[in-house]
């Protein structure tokens, strides 16, 4: 582009220097600024300036259109040249374009990160001179829906050994009721040693029939080899999950469990009793564990008959996992990773309060889990499962060997 002569006149100097607000005088500099460029364009594109006689010039001007163009001191109010006999093209509104998509990336983020459409109209507002409604905000959002919903559909490939489920309630707007709905999710531990979130489904309920549905919806997209399931102890989790997943180990979750004990526990005896059931947590072996319940019921029975039966009766779900290899024992006894994205959502969802439709609940929480997913990936291997399968081999072998001893006695 060729070397501009800009010109200002006396009253955009005036308003510049002495106006009631430094912006407007800002604005009024810019706008004339920017419609000279616009001009020196035409100017070198018609290869004649205004006026002028030449006979390199190849088209005329043919008057202007207004236009607009946002900017952090407001709008300004621009006149882009119309030529006769073609299309005058600039690189001022191409870069402008560029910045309206990095903006709308910016509003869509700001939203995913737990602001407001009311606070991102405002901050926008302030940032680049006008606002931008409700409406809009919203409609900006759901420019994630297809790469949410393409991610959140993505085919599972390989095994997934370890498989960690769990359900969030949120309240969603629909039918000019606000009405509260569940959020399943899941991830799993792969054949590999990774950690993937598999995906989220919103659903009316937390039931047998809603996660029959979940599981059934990961399946089809190719989930498989699931060796342990973990869960809190609701009704329907569990009774899908032997259904979905025969042959598998369910592992009830024992950070909830032991929620779940000190609630029944006397409160003298809270922080003693929460010890003990620890303890047998986290024993080295099953024998150990057991040992230690035997203990625990002598002592409690009496004193805490309510956290003595739940002990006793979750015995068997809550230390499923020990007969494993110890490192995996430890990362998979818990959904303690899953509450932490729960966490993260609602922590968002303080201030969205309520969703607007359903719609709004993926694209929030599947944008979070991509977020998370994506670092993940970018983190080092959560587990070596080599000694897991070499554990499992002989595991095998050895039932084979029972059973081969069975036969003949037989």
């Known amino acids: 582009m060729a070397q501009l002569q800009i010109t200002l006149d006396e009253k955009i100097l005036h308003q510049l220097f002495f106006g009631d607000t430094h912006e407007s005088g800002v604005k009024a500099l810019l706008e004339s600024i920017f419609n000279q460029v616009l001009q020196a364009q035409a100017g070198e594109q018609l290869s004649a300036d205004k006026y002028e006689r030449t006979e390199g010039r190849n088209d005329y001007r043919n008057g202007s259109y207004p236009r607009t163009l946002k900017t952090r001191v407001g709008k300004l109010n621009l006149n882009v040249p119309r030529l006769r006999n073609g299309h005058f093209s600039t690189d001022l509104f191409k870069r402008y374009q560029r910045s309206e998509q990095a903006l709308d990336l910016a509003l869509m983020e700001m939203v995913i990160n737990g602001v407001s459409t009311r606070r991102v109209s405002q901050i926008t507002e302030s940032l680049c001179g006008t606002e931008f409604s409700k409406t809009t905000v919203s409609q900006l959002c759901q420019q994630l829906d297809p790469i949410v919903d393409g991610w959140n559909n993505r085919p599972l490939q390989g095994r997934y050994p370890f498989l960690f489920v769990d359900a969030i309630y949120t309240k969603v707007r629909e039918n000019g009721r606000v009405r509260s709905r569940g959020v ?54 569990v009774q899908a999950v032997k259904k979905a997943f025969q042959g598998a180990t369910w592992q009830r979750c024992q950070a909830h469990f032991l929620r779940n004990v000190r609630d029944v526990l006397p409160k003298d005896l809270r922080t003693e009793g929460g010890s003990r059931v620890r303890a047998i947590l986290h024993a080295p072996d099953v024998e150990t564990a057991r040992t230690l319940l035997h203990k625990f019921l002598n002592d409690y029975e009496e004193k805490a008959p309510k956290a003595a039966r739940l002990v006793e009766e979750g015995f068997d779900d809550v230390t499923a996992v020990l007969p494993l290899p110890e490192l995996y024992r430890r990362r998979v006894r818990t959904t303690n990773i899953l509450e932490r994205l729960n966490q993260e959502f609602r922590r968002r969802e303080q201030v969205i309060r309520i969703f607007p439709n359903r719609e709004s609940v993926p694209r929030l929480m599947g944008a979070l889990l991509m977020e998370q997913n994506e670092n993940w990936s970018e983190e080092r291997l959560y ?16 039932q084979h060997q029972i059973t081969k001893i069975a036969s003949v006695h037989l």
Do not use: C, P
Not at 211 to 228: A, E, T
Not at 383 to 398: I, P, R
């Open 383 to 398: 587990l070596n499962m080599k000694d897991y399968y070499a554990w499992k081999n002989e595991q095998g072998h050895q």
């Open 184 to 237: 399943l999710i899941s991830y799993a531990i792969s054949e590999k040693g990774d950690r993937t979130i598999l995906g989220l489904k919103v659903d009316d309920s937390e039931s047998s029939e809603a996660w029959k549905n979940y599981f059934d919806w990961l399946k089809s997209r190719g989930l498989k080899g699931v060796d342990i399931v973990v869960s809190d102890d609701h009704g329907g989790l």
